[in-house]
């Protein structure tokens, strides 16, 4: 849906159209001779409004910005009431909406292909209205797909999450929730932080403001009288072996002094000793402490992650690849993780540090801390634009990083496609470009820290050289002492630490913002199929399946089924037959509810298939694809994977069932055979059999065959048919095949062309009647007459 502009309300209003009573509406672009127009087209409860018309951007008198303005040419009206059979059909490069007014079919709209999608929930409104249902029930509208902030579209993921204007500290708040389990070791890690930061402030202050001031330029004693003594030498030569001071005390008696200065410094190094182990003993602590958190908050962050993607529905899965779904769970985890171990915990040392040489340092000596606080805001400023920048460059390398791994992954799984058009050196130069622009991305980033960030220290040297010329006529004039000055130079050093570190910190933020926001865009995605609130459980799961009036579409304005009906009782065999692409797979999938019809219903046992458990019924749905997946591991461990506790007998018994345990007999290790990435390389006749012999131990209640035997041999057709038989009675079959001699003996046969169901029947009824049906069989059947020939 596209809002009906603010600036279009006289245009309705002048034409006695409420504009707030308008629930839906859309934009096309002609009109019904097919002249270019800015149409907009609205519906309220009664009325469908179209307006032609031109849409002009102009500018606005003593206003330095421009506007859009719309002239109306034609209004036209159609009530509800009046409209039935709303539908859209697709021309040879436009499209139209069309209707039954009277009796008799009249076009309504005429508009550009790309307008399909939004006609055709113009028309699930129309027909909500008509049923008394909310209008926009079971619609997204199209202003929910941009953020109404800044107009970005949301990412590819459907979530109202926009990247320009998401709320960071939100984000932060939000990974700081996945520390809620480890509350006691998080704040140990913070008391040891705090203290550690408490520690590295009064360093400084021991060993060189205490150390200058009251050591080593502490007032001399006052000496009274030197006591020199000597000795005679081996040569018979008076050595000085002892100067003594005396210095007079209180009361004016002289006191001995020897080595007073020395063991004040010996205390101060003490101190300065003391200090330094206290805080490798808190830096230990700390480091302990976070090893044994942080991989633990990282690993639950990865567990949402991924427990994320197994509720999401399989239409999530087609729209991405693979090498950006491992990112998600791999390298934007571990950004989130480093940015928590490496930045985080110093973020806080260094802001309390920064607080506290900053508390200090006004304490000492005010003026000073005046010139260095007056600095340190511009770098401030110039650390948070270098922070947007370096954002902008890390999704820039996300994306392309993110491209480089979904080439590596193709090249991996279609390595043998590759190869058999002698596709190497096209793969290797769109593999050079990708990673050239990668490449570029990565020096342009290092390029703008090797030459911002030296700028933003030349401006803080300011800061310093200033600090030393005020300070140092400062120490001349004796309003302070040389301790304060070199205790504020080293406390103004210790400032660009928290400084610099911010200049790094702001890039690890970067990245680990960037890399939250996609995590939480697959947390946060909602699954097209979920469970209802309140599932029905059928105490007798029996198959009876039917469908009615299904129309289903993976792209919008290119439907698949077009409204099918079906019934199939418990306990029968239904062939499906047509041409690839008439649907048949597609209506196997809306029955396992891998799918939603886009219109219509589908019934198992009488209940629709939303109101039903999703565990109950995909337990009792088995399916056989032409598409065919083994997990990493054993043979037994893919055969058992519908029921784990199966027993190796019930393992090999399926196998048997399913004409694989002669071959896997063959196999090195037999059934403990590793089979998957990197395990043993099975036929693909052999691994469509593992397939059925999964199936086949699921036991289930109603089961899909779609292409089941496409890999196979004749002769092993022949065994896997015998077993597909036996299996096949008591359930619900559904049988896809292109080879229509294995359907032959169905209870029903359906003939799918074009998304409908054009025949039903048997075999025999349907070779009667000399339609579709006969025309598919004796095709086959000719061609094959010919293979045998030849």
Request: charged share 20%.
């Amino acid at each position: 849906m596209i809002k009906v502009p603010d600036y279009m309300r006289s245009a309705f209003e002048a034409n006695g159209i409420p504009f707030g009573s308008l629930l839906f509406a859309m934009h096309t672009d002609m009109t019904l001779e097919g002249n270019f127009s800015d149409a907009y087209v609205a519906v309220d409860k009664e009325n469908l409004y179209i307006l032609y018309g031109i849409e002009e951007i102009v500018k606005t008198e003593g206003a330095r910005r421009i506007v859009p303005q719309y002239t109306i040419n034609e209004v036209v009206i159609h009530k509800l009431i009046d409209m039935s059979e709303l539908k859209t059909e697709t021309l040879l490069s436009t499209c139209r909406m069309v209707a039954t007014v009277n009796g008799e079919q009249q076009l309504i709209m005429l508009f550009s292909l790309g307008y399909q999608a939004f006609a055709d929930r113009m028309i699930k409104v129309i027909k909500n209205i008509k049923d008394g249902k909310d209008p926009l029930d079971d619609i997204r509208a199209d202003d929910e797909l941009f953020c109404p902030k800044c107009g970005t579209r949301y990412p590819e993921i459907e979530r109202a999450l926009c990247p320009k204007c998401t709320d960071k500290m939100g984000i932060f708040f939000r990974l700081l929730s996945f520390f809620k389990y480890f509350k006691g070791r998080v704040i140990a890690c913070f008391i040891v932080m705090l203290l550690l930061t408490v520690t590295s402030i009064f360093a400084p202050y021991v060993g060189t403001r205490m150390f200058l001031d009251d050591v080593l330029t502490a007032p001399s004693p006052v000496v009274v009288s030197v006591h020199e003594e000597y000795v005679l030498d081996d040569y018979g030569e008076y050595v000085l072996t002892e100067v003594n001071e005396y210095e007079l005390d209180e009361y004016g008696n002289t006191v001995y002094t020897g080595g007073r200065f020395y063991r004040m410094i010996g205390a101060i190094i003490l101190v300065i000793i003391g200090v330094r182990i206290f805080g490798t003993l808190l830096s230990m602590t700390y480091s302990f402490v976070l090893a044994k958190t942080m991989p633990w908050i990282i690993y639950d962050l990865q567990l949402h992650i991924f427990e994320a993607m197994q509720r999401l529905s399989v239409s999530f899965y087609t729209s991405k690849r693979t090498g950006s779904l491992m990112n998600r769970v791999g390298r934007d985890s571990r950004s989130i993780y480093w940015f928590f171990v490496d930045g985080l915990p110093f973020v806080l040392i260094q802001s309390v540090t920064f607080l506290g040489i900053t508390i200090v340092m006004f304490v000492m000596e005010w003026r000073l801390a005046l010139i260095i606080v007056a600095v340190i805001p511009v770098a401030g400023i110039m650390f948070r634009i270098l922070r947007t920048i370096f954002r902008r460059y890390h999704h820039k390398f996300w994306v392309l990083n993110s491209q480089l791994n979904n080439m590596v992954s193709d090249a991996v799984n279609g390595q043998r496609v590759i190869k058999a058009f002698a596709r190497e050196d096209e793969e290797s130069a769109r593999f050079r470009e990708t990673g050239n622009k990668q490449i570029a991305v990565e020096i342009a980033s290092a390029n703008l820290g090797a030459t911002a960030f030296p700028v933003v220290w030349s401006f803080l040297t300011f800061g310093e050289i200033a600090v030393i010329a005020v300070g140092g006529m400062m120490v001349i004039r004796g309003e302070i002492t040389l301790g304060i000055l070199m205790t504020f130079l080293a406390y103004m050093g210790m400032l660009m630490g928290p400084l610099q570190f911010m200049s790094t910190v702001s890039t690890w933020w970067a990245r680990c913002v960037d890399a939250a926001q996609r995590v939480f865009e697959v947390i946060d995605a909602k699954a097209d199929i979920e469970d209802p609130e309140n599932p029905v459980i059928l105490d007798n799961f029996r198959g009876e399946i039917t469908v009615k009036n299904a129309w289903f579409q993976y792209e919008p304005a290119k439907p698949i089924l077009k409204g099918m009906d079906l019934h199939v009782p418990a306990g029968q065999t239904l062939g499906l037959v047509g041409k690839t692409g008439a649907g048949k797979s597609t209506l196997a999938n809306l029955i396992a509810r891998l799918y939603d019809p886009t219109e219509g219903e589908i019934f198992v046992d009488g209940v629709n298939v939303k109101e039903l458990s999703l565990q109950q019924l995909r337990t009792g749905i088995g399916i056989v694809s032409q598409d065919i997946y083994l997990f990493i591991g054993s043979i037994a461990d893919n055969i058992r994977y519908a029921r784990p506790e199966a027993t190796i007998e019930e393992v090999m018994w399926a196998a048997k069932m399913a004409s694989a345990h002669d071959f896997i007999a063959k196999l090195p290790d037999g059934y403990e055979t590793r089979v998957g990435a990197g395990g043993q390389d099975l036929s693909g006749g052999e691994r469509q059999r593992l397939s059925i012999a999964r199936t086949i131990i699921q036991n289930p209640t109603i089961l899909i065959l779609d292409e089941a035997t496409a890999a196979m041999d004749t002769e092993t057709e022949g065994k896997i048919q015998d077993a597909l038989y036996k299996l096949q009675a008591d359930r619900t079959t559904i049988a896809i095949a292109h080879r229509l001699s294995t359907l032959k003996d169905a209870d029903m046969l359906a003939v799918i062309n074009d998304g409908k169901i054009v025949e039903t029947g048997t075999h025999e009824e349907l070779m009667r009647l000399k339609g579709e049906y006969h025309k598919l069989y004796t095709i086959q059947m000719e061609g094959l007459k010919v293979i045998s020939m030849d």
